[in-house]
Every structure is written in structure tokens, then in C-alpha cells.
């Protein structure tokens, strides 16, 4: 069964960040609260979750999962960055968008799209996911908790877990979240393509 922790949404409690943290250093998948909607999430190391995120989802291996980090800095390591996406990223961060950028060699292969050798990432503003990344001090491997026989994210905690309760390992409950996903924006070759309008307004990048 999946544990249910509350948590405040803006000023998290350290005894759940830490919970949450022990669950994802031992394996563990959780849903956890962004900006934008609830997420799926658990290490980038951890290959087994990596597997139980596209069960939950049913996800073929096209399917672009992100690494959510905690600020241009730790995003910077994983993606390969011209000035001018820099810039308009840097504007737009923290955020609801998600962006498609060609990887370093430090980004995990598991995450990368199996021809274009790209990585989606973000840097999002909500206060519980930004308190799990300081305490982690590495990104989460993520992807939007979009079930298959929904048109969109569910936002309660409670029903998250009555759902999941068997396939995650924790939900993280701050109270109602959104229902759109991210915006995402393609910059891998080198100017920015909108592929998916969402939370984040896509006027900055047209």
C-alpha cells in the first residue's frame, strides 16, 4: 500500500520531505504535487520505476520522460545550452514548461529519445517539489500522472491514492492540484518549436 503523507503546500513539513526522501533512495515511486499538475516520479538511477512509470501509464519508448531539476544550475549539467535558448529559458524559469533540449553527456540514457539524442527538462516553482530536490540534491525522473482512461490529470490526493494504491510507493498531498501539463517547447534545433500548450503561457516563445 502506498503511504499518504499531507503536506503543506507552501511550507513543507522537513518529516514528510524526508519521508519522501528516504522512499525514493530505497527504489520507491511517488506522486508527488508540481506547478502545473500531480507527477510520477522517482531517481534517474532507478531503471525498475523507470518501468513501472510506463506500466502505470502505458507508455511505448518514444514517449519523452523529463528530468525535473531544481534550478538552471543542475539543469545546465544535462542538457547542452546556446545562448540564445538560455536566455528565453532563464526568463521562463521556474515554471510550468518543460523543455526539449539536446542532452550532455551527463544525461542519463534512459531518458534520452532513442533517435534524437534529447532530453526534456524543467525547473518547477511549486514549494513541495522544490523542498524534495534540495533535499535529494539530484533531479527527479518525472512524467505527468495522466491515466490511461482519463482526459485529464486527476487533481485529488486522496483519489490518487485509491487508484494507485498498489503500483506507487507514496503520495504526496498538498490539496487540489491543476489539470493542464506542462507547455512544452522543443529548442533542440536551436530556435522554439511549441509541441504541446499547457500551464505555462506559450506566447513568450511564438
Not at 526539449?100 to 534529447?118: F, G, Y
Amino acid at each position: 500500500m502506498a503511504r499518504y503523507l499531507d503536506v503543506h503546500p507552501e511550507n513543507p513539513q522537513r518529516r514528510v520531505i524526508t519521508q519522501a526522501v528516504q522512499i525514493l533512495s530505497e527504489g520507491g515511486l511517488i506522486v508527488y504535487p508540481t506547478d502545473s499538475c500531480f507527477a510520477l516520479g522517482c531517481l534517474p538511477g532507478n531503471s525498475e520505476g523507470l518501468d513501472r512509470i510506463r506500466t502505470i501509464r502505458q507508455l511505448d519508448s518514444r514517449h519523452h520522460f523529463t528530468l525535473v531539476c531544481r534550478d538552471l544550475t543542475q539543469l545546465g549539467q544535462f542538457v547542452r545550452l546556446d545562448n540564445a535558448p538560455f536566455r528565453a529559458i532563464r526568463a521562463a524559469t521556474p515554471g510550468s514548461y518543460t523543455f526539449i533540449l539536446p542532452a550532455s553527456k551527463e544525461a542519463p540514457r534512459r531518458v534520452l529519445h532513442p533517435k534524437r539524442r534529447t532530453v526534456g527538462v524543467r525547473v518547477p516553482e511549486h514549494p513541495v517539489v522544490q523542498a524534495l530536490l534540495a533535499e535529494l540534491d539530484e533531479p527527479l525522473l518525472s512524467s505527468t500522472l495522466l491515466l490511461p482512461d482519463q482526459e485529464e490529470p486527476l487533481t485529488q490526493g486522496w483519489e490518487i491514492k485509491e487508484r494507485l494504491d498498489h503500483v506507487v510507493d507514496a503520495v504526496l498531498d498538498s490539496g487540489d492540484c491543476g489539470t493542464e501539463p506542462t507547455t512544452v517547447v522543443d529548442f533542440s534545433e536551436g530556435t522554439a518549436e511549441i509541441v504541446r500548450r499547457g500551464a505555462g503561457d506559450p506566447a513568450r516563445f511564438e
